[in-house]
């Protein structure tokens, strides 16, 4: 069943059913302030950090599903209804849900009066905006009631969902022009200078801030008893759970429309001038914000200069295919996916709580693929924000907190392919730019300034932490894990409720990764490269030799006979082996070796290839392990506490998918590497219902083979997944590649596309790009022509900041 489509036109996901198999969400904001929006006006804001600056509240894991939002009830005569559905559940006439990039459009449709109500995050307003419009379509004059209605979080979520016996006793408001505008200053007597408003831009008839009141206390969100009476009570709270709503009452002639603007925002005051009076706040950033947002034009003015934003960071690579699910993948959403990622990490989704997760060292490194075309600036700081977490010895926390960049021990450290995660994102970044000069940047090490050496000192202890923590085989020590978060094999917990990820107590110094040796070769070459332009030769040298060591223990005691071996134990015992009951062969070992060109001209890559679609392949995806662990293994870890074809054990992992997708390019089959790539890509969707999630982002996983439910999505949004997929597709299958030294141009197709048009922004250029496939489904022989001239080799070279447009050929034979 389908529950909506894409207009690729006006870049939006068009939702038209409110009761999707799961909520559908949106991001608003792109700098400070932001907010999850559901296809049912569900979610939530936050200030910076979801968990320590949260605006308003929200209900996890609750009955019914995604409760707590923006609401807004109207009652038309005896009818109560909401435009987005929720929570009145009222059957709509009409219903539409349009997602657009950084906005949503929410249209309702109810006994000929339609109400469009268009949310976003603007640029440089800490606050979320939102024009609600009705419209009498029918054909008699109308008397309407309109609600507004928010319930404030008392700024810390943990404690907010916690800590009840003070909570119930904080909150305090304040009101200007008769409660059309009410100010939430919970704590504001006290340590904090910040507060929240929500506010309308017209006259009300009456307000509430009292949840209790307004709704009543045994009746839920679908039915506050001021609503149904149409009776505000104006309370003020006292304690208790503070709420904003407004009361609007309009007469509404056939035909006739009115639109009010309502703001969200948050507010700072000076330290010294917090208050006008005793116990008065000083409201001067509120009516500044409020100021912005008075008019239906000011409105139309900053969704227009959002919708500019977005359409020019879209244009830095556009395809244009002739396949139409391919263009808007690439085009459109996963881009978007990519940007979403970059703010959020894996902090706040429908299924991360923001108050959990900070940011993963690993994670942030990998998602600077999606993104360092798109804020090649922002991408920079971001790398020397992870770097300066670093261990003095390359070692690293497994992740930092965002406000206070510091590096977290709670979760835990020792996860030993988190260092060479950064010199990837190095790699991709100067690529991308050019930029030596970041090599030079000086950069604590865990943020003690007098650790402080030169970026590219970070490196080298990435490196050579890998290349000194060996095993008995010659591979990389596991540590507390690499990649697979769930493969703890130092580990061996027998306690409910450990955590798997900070628990190492039987480390024998013996348990190995083939994963981590892979990657190590795989980041090995751009990195000696890297050297060799710094002028680091001797290091460049030893990179190099230490990577032959690598090959050969790869090929050797990492093989397995008809594909690659996934780890070795704290037993030495082999893991990811036909020797195995279970957990035969798994993913990683296999894109990640295959990717870095190990075994590619004695045929175990492509025996690797062979193995992963015979055992690891089907439907929904490439799974992560097969067969799925079906006991629990003290050895192994988390991998083995899921349940068969469920996250790590056997569903696709679909972040490690693309491994797969790069290594049969790097084989140069681009047919498989397209049917693997529109397996999981969201635009290539057949059943959204058995899919579940959002169908127009990645999803972490698809549920294996083994599980119940083959098919069905898990963890939409905030996944490695995105940058990944994009760079498959963006860089191996379409084949424009940066390079230290210029544009390279090698594309490996699927005989399907014949032929293609890409534009690219690099370096302050741009580039129409031709690709003309003769060669079918498997790689040729590339020629490009540049401007008429045929290119000795494939690159282009960077002419940095010319303002030029190159035109540029490229024939596949
Ligand atoms: C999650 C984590 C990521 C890890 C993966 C596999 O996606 O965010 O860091 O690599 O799980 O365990
Ligand atoms: C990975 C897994 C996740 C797990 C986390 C910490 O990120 O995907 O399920 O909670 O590791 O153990």
Sequence with gaps: MQYGHFDDLKREFVITRPNTPYPWINYLGNEDFFSLFSNTSGGYSFYKDARLLRLTRYRYNNVPTDAGGKYFYIKDGDVVWNPGWQPV??????????????????????????????????????????????TNESDADKAVSLYSFIEFCLWNAWDDCTNFQRNYALAEMEFEEGGAVIYHKSEYRERRNHYAVYAVNTKVDGYDTDRESFIGLYNGFDHPDAVFEDRPRNTNARGWAPIASHCIRRHLKPGETVSFIFVLGYCESPEDKKFVAPGVINKDDAHALLSQFRTDEQFEARLTELKNYWRGLLSHYTVCSGDEKLDRQVNIWNQYQCMVTFNMSRSASYFESGIGRGMGFRDCSQDLLGFVHLIPDRARARILDIAATQFPDGSAYHQYQPLTKRGNLGVGSGFNDDPLWLIFAVNAYIKETGDLTILDEQVDFDNDPSLRQPLLEHLRRSFRYIADHKGPHGLPLIGRADWNDCLNLNCFSKEPGESFQTVTNNDTGIAESVFIAGMFVCVADDYAQLLTIAKDEKEAAYVREQKALMVQAVETAGWDGEWFLRAYDAYSQKVGSHENDEGKIFIEPQGMCVMAGIGKDNGMAQKSMDSTEKYLEYEHGIMLNWPSYTTYRLNLGEISSYPPGYKENGSVFCHNNPWIIIGETVLGHGDRAFDLYKKIAPAYIKDQKLHRTEPYVYSQTINGADSATPGEARNSWLTGTSAWNFYAISQFILGVKPAFDGLTLDPCLPASIKELRLHRSFRGNEYEITVINQAGGEKGKVEVEVDGQKLDGQTVKAEPGKGRTYQVLVTVR
Excluded: W
């Design 89 to 134: 559940k009222t059957q709509l006439d009409e219903y539409e849900c349009r997602h657009g990039m950084g906005y949503s459009v929410i249209t309702g449709k109810k006994n000929g009066l339609k109400a469009v109500q268009t949310t976003m995050v603007p640029f440089g307003a800490r606050a979320e905006v939102t024009r609600l419009t009705l």
